[in-house]
T-cell receptor
Framework: AQSVTQPDIHITVSEGASLELRCNYS??????LFWYVQSPGQGLQLLLK??????LVQGIKGFEAEFKRSQSSFNLRKPSVHWSDAAEYFC?????????????FGTGTQLKVEL | DTGVSQNPRHKITKRGQNVTFRCDPI?????LYWYRQTLGQGPEFLTY????????KSRLLSDRFSAERPKGSFSTLEIQRTEQGDSAMYLC?????????????FGDGTRLSIL
């Protein structure tokens, strides 16, 4: 069964500081990996995805993530955080099932940005 | 594209009542997913459609839940005889077919509160 672990429930960083959000997954084959961001009362917005090729993927809003198969990790990074980045971040792994792609999400990391 | 649209945004009802939610996917997307998100958790997969065919249902989808996607366009999720535990955000997502790497685009969800 596929699963995702986001070990940090809350993270606080200062505006302008760098950010790394951790994600570890469990999946039997090559995973499809995603990072989504959710603002309060809103749906999820896709930041970036990985399914093959270059293990460092670039996303929107200046985010990037690196796939490390040996560590079963897909950590999200940003060199300089902006106050508007405060939100909840979800890592997800996708698995082919019935022809579809059921996503399994982690429990999320709540990011707070101090001005 | 106009994005995934969900209605209503909020639904408050008494325990035991039936409720129905609607999701309009991105027009060219043939896959449609329903997820449920409770407070402090990531979304959990409920069910998935490829066009009008419902191809997978989670164990979370009890007999009180039913989903349809007539003509492969919009979808409805109905909960009969609602219970306190049904209080959650119900998220709809859609994606193009062919391949698990196609990202899912989420709507803003319907928040259900059971009194």
């Amino acid at each position: 069964a596929q699963s995702v672990t986001q070990p940090d429930i809350h993270i606080t960083v200062s505006e302008g500081a760098s950010l790394e959000l951790r994600c570890n997954y469990s999946y039997g084959a090559t995973p499809y990996l995603f990072w989504y961001v959710q603002s309060p009362g809103q749906g999820l917005q896709l930041l970036l995805k990985y399914f093959s090729g270059d293990t460092l993927v670039q996303g929107i809003k200046g985010f990037e993530a690196e796939f490390k198969r040996s560590q079963s990790s897909f950590n999200l990074r940003k060199p300089s955080v902006h106050w508007s980045d405060a939100a909840e971040y979800f890592c997800a792994v996708g698995g082919l099932t019935g022809g579809g792609n059921k996503l399994t999400f982690g429990t999320g990391t709540q990011l707070k940005v101090e001005l | 594209d106009t994005g995934v649209s969900q209605n209503p945004r909020h639904k408050i009802t008494k325990r035991g009542q039936n409720v129905t939610f609607r999701c309009d996917p991105i027009s060219e997307h043939n896959r449609l997913y329903w997820y449920r998100q409770t407070l402090g958790q990531g979304p959990e997969f409920l069910t998935y459609f490829q066009n009008e065919a419902q191809l997978e249902k989670s164990r979370l989808l009890s007999d009180r839940f039913s989903a349809e996607r007539p003509k492969g366009s919009f979808s409805t999720l109905e909960i009969q005889r609602t219970e306190q535990g049904d209080s959650a955000m119900y998220l709809c997502a859609s994606s193009r077919g062919s391949g698990g790497h196609q990202p899912q685009h989420f709507g803003d969800g319907t928040r259900l509160s059971i009194l």
